[in-house]
């Protein structure tokens, strides 16, 4: 994809990959690469500042040996996806209508 994704849109997109089921860093990292490309060089910062604002909670669960450290969204956390998916909905009508030729004077 050319299109990169910028912060707030890969904020919401991290919301709404974790909204489903809490996630291990590895795997959300996984799913996030098969929708967008983004390097998680790029993801961990965003899912620290996710985690400072307090959208998202972390805990660790032992796995064969090791821990895994667990995302899962808090409600601040779902009020900001929704508020996302809002911003989204007209973001992308507007995009929309210019990708297509359409004027707004029409």
């Known amino acids: 994809m ?3 994704l910028g912060g707030n849109l ?3 997109c991290i919301l709404a990959i974790i909204e489903k089921e809490d996630v291990y860093g590895y795997r959300l ?3 996030a690469k098969e929708l967008m490309e983004v390097s998680e060089s790029t993801l ?3 899912l ?3 985690q400072k604002d307090g959208l998202l909670n972390t805990y660790d669960e032992p796995f064969q040996g090791r821990n895994r450290r667990y995302y899962g ?3 601040e956390g779902k009020e900001k996806l929704q508020t996302y998916k809002v911003e989204w909905t007209g973001f992308k ?3 929309d209508l210019v990708l297509e030729g359409v004027s ?3």
Do not use: W
Request: aromatic share 4%.
């Open 29 to 31: 990292t996984q799913e």
């Open 93 to 95: 009508e507007k995009i």
């Open 104 to 106: 707004r004077n029409e």
């Open 10 to 12: 890969l904020e919401a």
């Open 48 to 50: 620290r500042r996710l």
């Open 73 to 75: 969204i808090t409600e």
């Open 2 to 4: 050319a299109l990169q």
């Open 44 to 46: 961990y910062p965003v």
